[in-house]
């Protein structure tokens, strides 16, 4: 059996492995998993946030869902393992996504 692990998201920051940004947490409840100056984000979660994921290759935004309610989902593929992962845009707080770049990214089929 596993033990049991309480579920738990961190929202820390990091240094973006791709455009080596220093990159904050966010100041709003979202964590950050992405990084807001090139999108590009790292392979290491299963579920959004819990860091549990032993590929962390790079995640190379490849295009942005436009979903009811103006949310944006950037669509990351990985480097390594070149599965598809989704994750929400952050346009509040602290170090808000290139919005620019996430428009770009939405006019270009995934
Ligand atoms: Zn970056
Ligand atoms: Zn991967």
Redesign the pocket.
């Known amino acids: 059996m596993l033990p049991s692990k309480k579920f738990s998201v961190l929202n820390e920051g990091f240094v973006?492995g791709?455009?080596e940004?220093e990159v904050s947490p966010t100041s709003i409840t979202t964590p950050r998993n992405h990084?807001p100056?090139?999108l590009?984000s790292k392979h290491v979660d299963i579920n959004p946030g819990d860091r549990a994921n032993p590929c962390c290759g790079l995640l190379r935004p490849v295009g942005v869902l436009t979903e009811p309610r103006r949310t944006y989902v950037i669509v990351h593929e990985c480097q390594r393992c070149h599965k598809q992962t989704r994750s929400k845009a952050i346009l509040k707080g602290n170090q808000p996504d290139d919005f620019n770049l996430i428009v770009k990214l939405s006019q270009q089929p995934v």
């Open positions: 973006c791709h455009c940004n990084c100056f090139c590009w």
